[in-house]
């Protein structure tokens, strides 16, 4: 059984996990187009991981009995001026989901919904290294600089990220 109120959060965190990923392949195509692979290679892996974080909870609210009830999604920006504006986006993004997860959990406590506000404590952990990951790219493109050999090593670097899929369960230990 699932609180009504608590039901609704977590469907419409769905759709919010959902646009993120859709949002970073949106970037990921900006990548593309302009020959920065390894930053595709990034944003590609971002929108998988986007993918797992929504059937994280698609998978909780059955199992818990309650009812998924996914929403539309919106076309994220599809043009960007730079790459600074994209890794800027990234991390605005992930405040706003942050956010999006506190009220979850806010709603949780306010029900007494303690199963809820347990599960929620794994998106509370990943959100942290969510916001860190955004604020180290943007450092790191600071150090690199927006053209030449330095974003060509950083391009790189971003290239070696490797997708390790998220467990969908209820609670994986970790
Ligand atoms: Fe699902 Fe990027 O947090």
Request: hydrophobic share 35%; charged share 30%; proline share 2%.
């Amino acid at each position: 059984m699932l609180n009504e109120k608590v039901e609704q959060k977590l469907n419409e965190q769905i759709q919010k996990e959902f646009f993120s990923s859709y949002l970073y392949l949106s970037m990921e195509a900006y990548f593309k187009s302009v020959d920065l692979d390894g930053f595709a290679n990034w944003y590609h892996i971002q929108a998988q991981e986007e993918r797992d974080h929504a059937m994280k909870i698609y998978n909780y609210i059955d199992y818990v009995g309650g009812r998924i009830r996914l929403l539309p999604i919106q076309a994220p920006k599809g043009e960007y001026k730079s790459v600074r504006e994209v890794l800027e986006d990234t991390l605005a993004h992930e405040r706003m989901v942050t956010q999006s997860i506190y009220d979850i959990v806010d709603v949780a406590r306010e029900h007494k919904d303690h199963k809820t506000d347990y599960f929620m404590q794994w998106y509370v952990k990943e959100q942290v290294e969510e916001e860190n990951n955004s604020e180290s790219n943007i450092k790191k493109l600071k150090i690199s600089g927006e053209e030449g050999s330095g974003l060509f090593i950083l391009d790189a670097e971003m290239g070696k990220r490797v997708y390790v899929p998220t467990p969908t369960g209820f609670d994986d230990g970790e």
